[in-house]
């Protein structure tokens, strides 16, 4: 069955640093990639997404590209924020009919200190 | 002008009690959907309705049992509570055709079972 695995966290970083969030997949057919964020207290909110193969999704400072090749639909921000302290998690939704639910990764936790 | 509602925000109840949870969307998707979210963050998702049709049931104990009275409300009751059943509950609802959708997620109910 599909699957998604991102990488462990918690991320730790100080404020303007870099960010990779890893996650690959693993699919039948060609599945649709997101990138959700949870905000402490808060639901999940779609942060991008990509459709395609070699489409790159982005949305508040936030990128990702899918990567058919490696399978993978890495998340990166240039420049962190402490407001970007969250979980981020990937998430792919096969293509089909009423059976392709949204499957998520485990979740990273992101910590950004000042 | 709320997308996807979820009463209550949160519920502390005792052990061996029955309740439920009550989700609106007002976005004209035809699928919803029960989430449960544990203590790492991990979603695993429980039910999916489309048009009042129940297309996923996951492997979830029998006393948890979803109604969905219309397209635009999808209900969780939960019989007999347990400790184990302390999460936060995540509704969400998306358009069904197509993988090119992510879902739309209500801001959660924090259930405690004492």
């Known amino acids: 069955g599909n699957s998604v695995t991102q990488m462990e966290g918690p991320v730790t970083l100080s404020e303007e640093a870099f960010l990779t969030i890893n996650c690959t997949y693993t699919a039948t057919g060609y599945p649709s990639l997101f990138w959700y964020v949870q905000y402490p207290g808060e639901g999940l909110q779609l942060l991008l997404k990509a459709t395609k193969a070699d489409d790159k999704g982005s949305n508040k400072g936030f990128e990702a590209t899918y990567r058919k090749e490696t399978t993978s639909f890495h998340l990166e921000k240039g420049s962190v924020q402490v407001s970007d302290s969250a979980v981020y998690f990937c998430a792919l939704r096969g293509r089909g009919e009423y059976g392709n639910k949204l499957v998520f990764g485990a979740g990273t936790i992101l910590r950004v200190k000042s | 002008d709320t997308a996807v509602s979820q009463t209550p925000k949160y519920l502390v109840t005792q052990m061996g009690n029955d309740k439920s949870i009550k989700c609106e969307q007002n976005l004209g998707h035809d699928t919803m959907y029960w989430y449960k979210q544990d203590s790492k963050k991990f979603l695993k998702i429980m039910f999916s309705y489309n048009n009042k049709e129940l297309i996923i049931n996951e492997t979830v104990p029998n006393r948890f049992s979803p109604k969905s009275p219309d397209k635009a409300h999808l209900n969780l009751h939960i019989n007999s509570l347990e400790l184990g059943d302390s999460a936060v509950y995540f509704c969400?609802?998306?358009?069904?055709?197509?993988?090119?959708?992510?879902?739309?997620f209500g801001s959660g109910t924090r259930l405690t079972v004492v």
């Open positions: 969400a609802s998306s358009h069904t055709q197509g993988s090119l959708y992510g879902y739309t």
